[in-house]
């Protein structure tokens, strides 16, 4: 999260206050993702990582926290826990191609 120091108004309220921003760029290629929330509760925070995946179309730049080995094209071999975390929230993992 970061704060601006202006004030903005928002739509849904019609009243105006301090923007938080999510920021999130994936790590290789560098690709960012900024969207501005009234609050950084969570609602807003589960809601901007949906969208974020949403806009990059789910990919993942291969971290080390979910990919244990990169194998042959598309294909990895993820960490147990990541996979755990995917099944469970139901969600299909992406990984950029190195290089």
């Given at each position: 999260?970061?704060?601006?120091?202006?004030?903005?108004?928002?739509?849904?309220?019609?009243?105006?206050?301090?923007?938080?921003?999510?920021?999130?760029?994936?790590?290789?290629?560098?690709?960012?993702?900024?969207?501005?929330?009234?609050?950084?509760?969570?609602?807003?925070?589960?809601?901007?990582?949906c969208?974020?995946?949403?806009?990059?179309?789910?990919?993942?730049?291969?971290?080390?926290?979910?990919?244990?080995?990169?194998?042959?094209?598309?294909?990895?071999?993820?960490?147990?826990?990541?996979?755990?975390?995917?099944?469970?929230?139901?969600?299909?993992?992406?990984f950029c191609?190195?290089?």
């Open positions: 999260w970061a704060r601006t120091t202006g004030v903005r108004p928002w739509p849904s309220s019609g009243t105006g206050g301090p923007s938080a921003l999510f920021c999130l760029r994936l790590h290789a290629s560098g690709v960012p993702f900024v969207r501005a929330y009234p609050t950084e509760r969570l609602e807003p925070f589960l809601d901007s990582h969208r974020a995946f949403d806009w990059l179309g789910g990919v993942y730049d291969n971290p080390k926290t979910a990919v244990v080995r990169i194998l042959q094209g598309p294909e990895r071999e993820e960490h147990v826990r990541f996979a755990s975390l995917r099944a469970h929230h139901l969600f299909e993992s992406r191609r190195p290089g």
